[in-house]
């Protein structure tokens, strides 16, 4: 059922070039909109039972009303001062979040409790699981959907994604391990249980093939319960011969397994992969 408020999102989405921070009726609804987000009354995405992404597409058009319908305003965090359209979280002592100092959540994102932020930044539209680490230096883009028990290691990278319309967000599931300096972008997706080894890049383009039979498995998603890690494929060219990147499945995991560190590590350092 589409609410009145998502109708009218709707209605000024479409004149979102005509908009400024002097539309009152606008920026109202946007601002509830933002508020919803932010306290995780309504999501980007959401996954469906059959395993779909869901994107609810006038959330994002929210997010790009936002930008429109607010100016420029001085913040200050001590001696550091900002100029943004976009005022900082707070109240995490309520929400349950632990936040490292250095890190940085935008307000519209939503942290559920037992979060924990090192020296980080997440994006509006976010949406963090509970019991997620979101560790040092790593990115969480607007509107990606982090599940809950995840941990987004040291320089992990998660893409965002506003437009262009119906363009899906990228997908952490529940109980994944993302390895340092991974780059997970364009509505990418990693599956239930998962573990990516350091170093992986995953976009839609980017195969991913399992090392048992050499077939390729999709593209730009890792399945339930894998342990992947990056590779990459020998393709001739009339220019000559190239490698082209790719994500090797290396082993296909038990929940048990998922849950053993010591038996991950060991899988992949046989591949020559760290964590």
């Known amino acids: 059922m589409v609410s009145d408020l998502e109708t009218r999102i709707g209605r000024w989405y479409e004149q979102i070039a005509e908009m400024s921070p002097d539309h009152v009726e606008a920026r109202r609804d946007v601002e509830l909109v933002i508020a919803k987000l932010d306290d995780g009354q309504v999501r980007v995405c959401d996954i469906a039972d059959d395993g779909s992404i869901v994107v609810h597409e006038w959330i994002k058009q929210s997010i790009s009303l936002l930008f429109r319908l607010r100016g420029l305003e001085p913040s200050h965090a001590g001696p550091l001062e900002y100029l ?19 890190a940085v959540a935008r307000r519209g994102s939503f942290l559920s409790p037992g979060v924990i932020l090192m020296p980080s930044f997440v994006n509006i539209g976010a949406w963090v699981g509970p019991g997620t680490m979101v560790d040092t230096w790593a990115t969480v883009g607007s509107c990606a959907h982090i599940g809950a028990n995840v941990h987004l290691a040291g320089g992990v990278g998660i893409g965002g994604v506003l437009e262009p319309a119906n363009a899906v967000p990228v997908v952490i599931e529940d109980d994944a391990f993302i390895g340092s300096r991974c780059m997970i972008v364009d509505g990418a997706r990693v599956g239930r249980g998962s573990v990516l080894g350091a170093g ?20 730009g998603y890792v399945p339930d319960y894998c342990v992947a890690v990056s590779a990459s494929r ?32 060991d899988v992949l350092r046989d591949h020559g992969v760290s964590t």
């Open 84 to 102: 943004d359209k976009l005022d900082l979280k707070t109240d995490y002592e309520r929400r349950g979040v632990r936040v490292v100092p250095g």
């Open 234 to 265: 020998r393709r001739e060219y009339p220019g000559g011969e190239f490698f082209l990147p790719s994500v090797l499945i290396i082993k296909r995991l038990s929940e048990g397994e998922r849950h053993n560190k010591v038996a991950l590590n």
């Open 200 to 219: 992986t890049i995953l976009n839609p383009s980017i195969p991913v093939i399992d090392a048992a039979t050499g077939d390729e498995v999709s593209r």
